[in-house]
């Protein structure tokens, strides 16, 4: 009989994976916004909204199925167009409540500051939760403890979002090329899928109790 792997390693294998196709497939399809937002959205502002949120459909789905599809290799009974639809409609909720923050500026920027405090840190709670609550109803059906993936996808998408903001906007500068935005763009958004998949991908690897072949996930270690 062929001698089972260890579950550090497999753990290890799993962790790989995710973090390989994760951050490919976030890289790839952060293309979408990252382009609609030099070609639409920066010379047609009042458009900004609407165009980003659809390209945000674009790229919660290429996300969603890369996830669903490694996913798919641990928990057999994942629907993998459940989970990616699911992604699909979370990504543009997140655009649209991070974008509404700069469109409506002067809108929130009048309110009391108990009140612009308040509002900031619900919205910024439920941009970084969009996709974990999302997905969640999926996961739930198949592994335990399931509900600390949407803490541990808005842990991910922090640290993916605070890479991006420490590249990207510094290199930003008025009158550049839409070239050399896209391609600044471009380059932080592949940091920034790297940074998320990652811290994802151990979150998940915690959750699933990654153990040898053979042992159903979910079983108590």
């Known amino acids: 009989m ?7 390693i497999h753990r290890t294998g799993f962790l790989l994976r995710w973090w390989l196709l994760v951050t490919l497939a976030e890289s790839i399809g952060f293309l979408a916004p990252a382009a609609v937002g ?3 959205a920066l010379p047609h502002p009042e458009l900004s909204l609407v165009s980003l949120g659809a390209a945000g459909v674009v790229e919660g789905a290429v ?15 994942l629907s993998v167009p459940g989970w ?3 992604t699909a409609v979370a990504a ?10 700069g469109q409506y500026a002067e809108v929130w920027l009048a309110w009391p500051a108990a009140v612009q405090f308040l509002a900031g840190v619900a ?4 941009l970084l939760c969009s996709l974990g609550l999302a997905q969640w109803p999926e996961l739930r059906r198949h592994i335990p403890r399931s509900g ?10 922090c640290g993916g979002l605070a890479v991006f903001f420490a ?19 471009t380059g932080a958004g592949i940091l920034m899928a790297a940074t998320a998949a990652l811290i994802s991908g151990l979150v998940m690897a915690r959750l699933l109790h990654v153990r040898p072949a053979g042992v159903p996930a979910g079983t108590a270690d």
């Open 2 to 8: 062929p001698e089972q792997q260890a579950p550090g």
């Open 167 to 185: 590249v990207a906007p510094p290199l930003w500068e008025a009158g550049q090329p839409p070239a050399v935005a896209l391609g600044i763009g």
């Open 123 to 126: 919205a910024a709670l439920l």
């Open 84 to 86: 990616t639809v699911r």
């Open 38 to 40: 030099v070609a639409v």
């Open 148 to 157: 600390w993936w949407i803490p541990g996808s808005a842990a991910a998408w």
């Open 92 to 101: 543009p909720v997140a655009w649209l409540i991070g974008m509404s923050a």
């Open 63 to 77: 996300l969603g199925f890369a996830q669903a599809r490694v996913l798919k290799r641990r928990l057999p009974g």
